[in-house]
């Protein structure tokens, strides 16, 4: 099993703030994806980065692969309530299609 | 709907009885997973099914774990003599099947919160 790390494991802000969220493996991926979990339902899918050094931008977050495709970073910037939830990295083999998945990093966001 | 269906939504059980978790994937979607999540841990890979392939059963924890998959299209994960340790939700997701066996962007359920007393 290809581990991903990440951290911070449990992060509390306040509305406006900016955060940075990492995932890291001793592994390569051949893709790399993160997702948003709130309680009580699945996790949904954010992005996906697939070449290393790769930055994708979805509105306020921005998502960036390490250059050796072994990690990742999301940066969160101004920080809103509706931002609160589960952040999950996982990883893709490149044998394809069982995602490896990071414990995740808790975010709050307080008003 | 047209999002993957999991059911129940939540099953209390004693230890040592069996269950029996319901997943309906998204139509026309031919790869099937289930996933385990833990209170503290990340989501765990427990089976997969392609097509009429046979399935990938490498994340299964026991024998106690068994899932079908009739038609392609409805899965059932069961566990057999379950044990407090099961608890934890369960979740499925689906997607498309991608060139050289690979899974496209995998769709999950709500999940079912199984809790064994």
């Known amino acids: 099993t290809q581990l991903l790390e990440q951290s911070p494991q449990f992060l509390s802000i306040q509305e406006g703030e900016n955060l940075t969220v990492y995932c890291n493996s001793s592994?390569?991926?051949?893709?790399l994806q993160w997702y948003r979990q709130e309680p009580g339902e699945g996790p949904v899918l954010l992005v996906t980065v697939v070449t290393g050094g790769e930055v994708k931008k979805l509105k306020r977050l921005t998502f960036q692969f390490g250059d050796a495709r072994k990690d990742s970073s999301l940066h969160i910037t101004a920080a809103q309530p509706g931002d609160t939830g589960l952040y999950l990295c996982?990883?893709?083999?490149?044998?394809?299609?069982?995602?490896?998945f990071g414990k995740g990093t808790s975010l709050l966001v307080t008003p | 709907g047209a999002g993957v269906s999991q059911s129940p939504s939540n099953k209390v059980t004693e230890k040592g009885k069996d269950v029996e978790l319901r997943c309906d994937p998204i139509s026309g979607h031919t790869a099937l997973y289930w996933y385990r999540q833990s209170l503290g841990q990340g989501l765990e890979f427990l089976i997969y099914f392609q097509g009429n392939s046979a399935p990938d059963k490498s994340g299964l924890p026991s024998d106690r774990f068994s899932a079908e998959r009739t038609g392609g299209s409805v899965s059932t994960l069961t566990i057999q003599r379950t044990q407090q340790e099961d608890s934890a939700v369960y979740l499925c997701?689906?997607?498309?099947?991608?060139?050289?066996?690979?899974?496209?962007?995998?769709?999950f359920g709500p999940g079912t919160r199984l809790t064994v007393l």
């Open positions: 592994s390569v991926f051949s893709s």
């Open positions: 997701a689906s997607s498309f099947s991608l060139a050289g066996g690979r899974g496209g962007e995998q769709f």
């Open positions: 996982a990883g893709a083999a490149n044998s394809g299609y069982a995602l490896n």
